[in-house]
């Protein structure tokens, strides 16, 4: 099992809110579970972990502008799905931060060790990059990149390959198990749906209850 290290290097989490939420029916980034945003609850569990936090979106920051953060466009070009506004990530890292770690923003339930956890794995593994899985399913998004990782996305992208597994098995990425669970919900459940956003709605807000009640006891 890989274990954050005590080590503290630098990363920079990167809220993925491009895409056209076709299955939504519009606007994912905004709607509410719990009485938040699924942007804000994101950009919360971002920050938790993160040195800084930027929004990748090919929208112009107007629509962001209420959290105060860079919003950085997909490269080399919008349309090409997540794998573009990673790049555009990547290439925006300021000096002296070589991780980034996507936060895609419909899964608003994310482990609070998960950036220690990837960038554990990642080290040790000598790769330049990691990924998270729960119940046997990969979660390609909820990741970590170092910056020289970027060279191969491009390569990736030049060829029109869009498939996020593409650069990290190019880049050998080792796989890292969560296992816990928010009343009954495992991380990184997807929003894709107005069901799926009804069903995270009931448990976030169980559990928000529960952990308020037991703080008032
Ligand atoms: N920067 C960026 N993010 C994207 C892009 N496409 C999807 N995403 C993000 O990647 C994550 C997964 O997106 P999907 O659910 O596959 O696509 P979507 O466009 O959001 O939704 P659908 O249209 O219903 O498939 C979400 O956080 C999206 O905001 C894109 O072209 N650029």
């Keep these: 099992m890989n274990t954050p290290q005590s080590q503290h290097v630098s990363t920079l989490?990167?809220?993925?809110?491009?895409?056209?939420?076709?299955?939504?029916?519009?606007?994912?980034?905004?709607?509410?579970v719990a009485g938040k945003s699924l942007i804000g609850r994101v950009i919360d569990v971002a920050q938790a972990q993160c040195d800084q936090v930027m929004i990748?979106?090919?929208?112009?920051?107007?629509?962001f502008a209420d959290y105060g953060l860079p919003v950085v466009a997909d490269h080399p070009k919008?349309?090409?799905?997540?794998l573009g506004g990673i790049l555009g990530g990547l290439q925006a890292l300021p000096d002296g931060i070589d991780w980034l770690v996507t936060f895609p923003v419909d899964c608003p339930i994310v482990p609070l060790d998960m950036v220690g956890r990837l960038q554990a794995a990642a080290e040790d593994a000598g790769a330049k990059a990691a990924f998270a899985s729960h119940a046997e399913r990969d979660h390609y998004l909820s990741s970590i990149w170092h910056r020289d990782a970027a060279p191969v996305i491009a390569g990736l992208l030049a060829s029109d390959d869009r498939r996020v597994r593409g650069p990290l098995q190019a880049l050998d990425a080792p796989r890292v198990v969560f296992e816990d669970k928010v009343s009954g919900l495992g991380p990184f459940t997807?929003?894709?749906t107005?069901?799926?956003?009804?069903a995270v709605n009931a448990a976030l807000s169980d559990h928000i209850a529960m952990s308020d009640r037991a703080s008032n006891r």
Excluded: I, Y
């Design 78 to 82: 919008p349309g090409q799905g997540p």
């Design 13 to 32: 989490g990167l809220v993925l809110a491009g895409g056209e939420a076709r299955r939504m029916g519009g606007n994912k980034a905004f709607r509410e």
């Design 194 to 198: 107005p069901d799926d956003l009804r």
């Design 56 to 63: 990748s979106s090919n929208t112009g920051t107007e629509a």
């Design 190 to 192: 997807n929003v894709n």
